[in-house]
């Protein structure tokens, strides 16, 4: 089993800039995919950053091309994620999760087996 704890989150003014960190712990070795996603009030979750940890290769939702950046400390058994350029549209519940099957998961968050309890970013 795996646990995955976020951090970072907190409230910002629009332009600002905010990094979120999840910790992950338990049986990682297995595990393929690490995604950042994130739900705002009346909205259907949704991706935002994937690391595929095999090789290290990164997806962006569109909505955050260029303002965010994924990345992994295997050291730390960490995956962050910056975020700068922070928009109010960025206002939302961020959720880390993450999927052993090495197919096709990317932002289909229904093909990933852990899911943190969340980390409230509000944008103003």
């Known amino acids: 089993h795996v646990q995955l704890v976020e951090s970072g989150g907190g409230s910002v003014q629009a332009g600002g800039s905010l990094r979120l960190s999840c910790a992950a712990s338990?049986?990682?070795?297995?595990?393929?995919?690490v995604g950042w996603f994130r739900q705002a009030p009346g909205k259907k979750r949704e991706g935002v950053a994937v690391?595929?940890?095999?090789?290290?290769?990164?997806a962006y939702a569109d909505s955050v091309k260029g303002r965010f950046t994924i990345s992994r400390d295997n050291t730390k058994n960490t995956v962050n994620l910056q975020m700068n350029s922070l928009k109010t549209e960025d206002t939302a519940m961020y959720y880390c999760?993450?999927?052993?099957?090495?197919?096709?998961?990317?932002?289909?968050?229904?093909?990933?087996?852990?899911w943190g309890q969340g980390t409230q970013v509000t944008v103003s």
């Open positions: 999760a993450a999927a052993r099957s090495s197919g096709y998961c990317w932002f289909v968050d229904n093909a990933y087996d852990y």
């Open positions: 338990g049986y990682t070795a297995n595990i393929n995919y």
């Open positions: 690391i595929y940890t095999g090789g290290g290769s990164a």
